[in-house]
């Protein structure tokens, strides 16, 4: 839990994200009580270091399903906890860790992994962004280029504009614009 | 184009048509990757006759639901009248799973006790729970240790599954059956899969 790093400089504040943080552990009750790990009891940890550091590792990119924003190592629901030792079980016992994500999406599906495959079902997951990427780009293109020849059409002045232009700015605007009064159409 | 004022409008219906849609969506069911394949064979022993070990083949040829229970799990309790109407009404058998009895409770700290133990307070504690609330199960078994209850991608009590007379999941249940879910999903997907078997 990430609260505990507020614990000694605002005490206050710890309260509340403490309480906060226990909102949604009373909300899951009703589905799985948390387990009470007793004053003397520590979690289950394999001996050989190196194994718990690959338990460890895989278990950041496994997604605890009751605590959905958690991994399961970053999660103390009961689940997470069963499915940790799940992984460091087979981790154990010589299997790789694709068998153990493989094993594990078999049972909970995709939604276990943080970093879901690329396959027909996460198309629009993977090629959204490039998709939108891509849209924006041609479109701001496509918009510069028209805007482009709108600039262009405007600086092209033709012959008697140009000449009536002059004679405004030399100051014979009156009598030019009483020559041609069709030009203001 | 004269509407050209009213892209930006279409643009955020269209963002809160997909927000609002969302919304109806529940991110606590997961869909299951089990359906429509075999469920996990498993052996466990049953409730009434813990001598005696329950496996998946004793009900084939059957359409049964395989319901995930404990005593302590709270929606457990609104969803079992629910279960014992179905059971009097004989519409359709239900395994119980009494899923991780004693270490799922939170109220007892289950680590360091011997298996035997465990095993004899869950049998203790599931039977009583029964008694008070009544038995809907065919039979129920103990998944002690919650492994089978993670060879079928339980992940919260309670849940139902739906097996075919061949032992294959069609349908998942998430959460608490309720008069209206047994009448509008459950129970038409039992008559779809007798239908069909």
């Known amino acids: 839990m990430r609260a505990e790093m507020f614990v000694k400089p605002l005490r206050r504040l710890a309260v509340a ?13 009703a589905a799985m009580p948390p387990q009470s790990a007793g004053p003397g009891a520590a979690p289950t940890v394999a001996a050989d ?6 338990v460890m590792e895989l278990s950041h990119k496994l997604r605890c399903l009751v605590c959905q924003n958690q991994s399961i190592a970053e999660s103390n629901a009961p689940l997470a906890v069963d499915l940790r030792d799940q992984v460091r079980e087979q981790l154990a016992a010589g299997h790789s860790k694709s068998d153990v994500v493989d094993y ?13 495959p690329f396959k027909a079902t996460t198309l629009l997951l993977w ?3 490039v998709l939108l990427l891509v849209g924006g780009a041609g479109w701001l293109a ?11 059409a405007v600086h092209g002045l033709s012959e008697a504009e140009r000449r009536r232009a002059r004679e405004l700015l030399a100051g014979d605007a009156k009598q030019s614009s009483s020559e041609s009064p069709e030009s203001r159409s | 184009m004269k509407a050209k004022f009213l892209v930006p409008l279409i643009l955020f219906f269209a963002l809160a048509g997909f927000l609002a849609f969302g919304l109806t969506l529940n991110p606590r069911e997961v869909p299951s990757p089990l359906i429509d394949k075999p469920a996990p064979a498993f052996s466990l022993a049953r409730l009434d006759d813990p001598a005696r070990p329950f496996a998946l083949e004793e ?15 709270v929606a457990c309790r609104q969803e079992h009248p629910v279960l014992v109407r179905m059971a009097q009404q004989k519409l359709v058998p239900v395994v119980g799973l009494n899923y991780k009895e004693v270490r799922g409770d939170g109220a007892i700290n289950a680590r360091g006790m011997a298996l035997e133990a465990e095993t004899a307070l869950a049998i203790e504690r599931a039977q009583r729970w029964l008694d008070d609330h ?11 240790d919650g492994r089978v209850g993670i060879d079928f991608g339980v992940y919260g009590v ?4 739906l097996i075919d007379g061949e032992g294959r999941i069609r349908y998942k249940h998430i959460g608490p059956i309720t008069p209206e879910s047994l009448q509008q999903v459950i129970m038409p997907k039992i008559e779809e899969v007798r239908r069909a078997g």
Request: include cysteine.
């Open chain 1, 17 to 29: 994200v403490l309480l906060a943080a226990a909102l949604p552990a009373a909300a899951q009750q």
């Open chain 1, 49 to 54: 270091p190196q194994l718990e550091a690959d």
């Open chain 1, 104 to 116: 594990l999406v078999a049972r909970y599906g995709d939604f276990v992994l943080y970093d879901p």
């Open chain 1, 127 to 129: 090629g959204g962004p």
């Open chain 1, 142 to 152: 496509w918009r510069l280029r028209r805007r482009q020849g709108e600039l262009a």
């Open chain 2, 59 to 73: 009900m084939k040829g059957q359409v049964w639901l395989l319901n995930v229970w404990a005593s302590w799990c």
């Open chain 2, 134 to 144: 009544g038995d809907p199960y065919v039979l129920s078994v103990l998944d002690i």
């Open chain 2, 158 to 161: 309670p849940e139902t599954f």
